[in-house]
């Protein structure tokens, strides 16, 4: 069983940078693939970014493509989320997820993720 816990969400005006967290315990964190997710309340979850084990394929969300950065290190089973020119719409529950995967393989769905944090709040003011 893999927990993660993230943290580093906030509140923060349009433009400005967060940098979220997501510490792992419990597992073979190299094993996993990691992605971040985000929901807003009344609306339905969506894929924000994911990374291959060793962090070497990573792939964004259109909405986030260019302002977030997804990385990872290993040796601190730790996977991040650099948040830049955040926007009132990035406003959410962020949660990571980890998937246990081989070789560089990614997912973009939910439902293909094995374990999940419980969230940390990200608002934006306008």
């Known amino acids: 069983q893999v927990q993660l816990v993230e943290s580093g969400g906030g509140l923060v005006q349009a433009g400005g940078s967060l940098r979220l967290s997501c510490a792992a315990s419990g597992g073979t964190f190299s094993s996993y693939a990691m992605g971040w997710f985000r929901q807003a309340p009344g609306k339905e979850r969506e894929f924000v970014a994911a990374?291959?084990?060793?962090?070497?394929?990573?792939y964004y969300a259109d909405s986030v493509k260019g302002r977030f950065t997804i990385s990872r290190d290993n040796a601190k089973k730790t996977v991040y989320l650099q948040m830049n020119s955040l926007k009132p719409e990035d406003t959410a529950a962020y949660y990571c997820a980890a998937r246990f995967s081989s070789w560089a393989v990614i997912s973009t769905f939910g439902h293909e993720y094995d374990y999940w944090g419980q969230g940390t709040q990200v608002t934006v003011s306008s």
């Open positions: 990374i291959s084990r060793s962090g070497g394929n990573k």
